[in-house]
């Protein structure tokens, strides 16, 4: 396996570094921002249930029942795969 250099030349982190620092900062103010949602956030409370049920009642009776979906390996809504 090689292995990668982080830093530039000039001892700073590389692009492809500074990129996944930026991402994963910005992964953590969404998880932050979802957290603090109103009702409990996103993760627990009155929007985690309604996504549960979102994916259950609806998600899931609509791969069983279309073969074109399961087929295609269609995503389901954010909410939903979080739930998920």
């Known amino acids: 396996m090689a292995s990668h ?3 530039n030349h000039n001892g700073g982190l ?20 979802a ?15 309604q996504a549960a ?3 259950e009642h609806v998600w899931l009776k609509m ?6 979906i399961r087929d295609r390996d269609c995503k389901p809504p954010l909410d939903v795969a979080v739930a998920w």
């Open 5 to 7: 250099n982080l830093q």
């Open 14 to 33: 590389n692009k492809h570094t500074q990129g996944l620092v930026a991402s994963t900062l910005d992964f953590i103010r969404l998880l932050h921002a």
């Open 35 to 49: 957290d603090t949602f109103p009702r409990g956030g996103l993760f627990s409370g009155y929007y985690a249930l």
């Open 53 to 55: 049920l979102r994916y």
């Open 63 to 68: 791969q069983a029942r279309d073969k074109e």
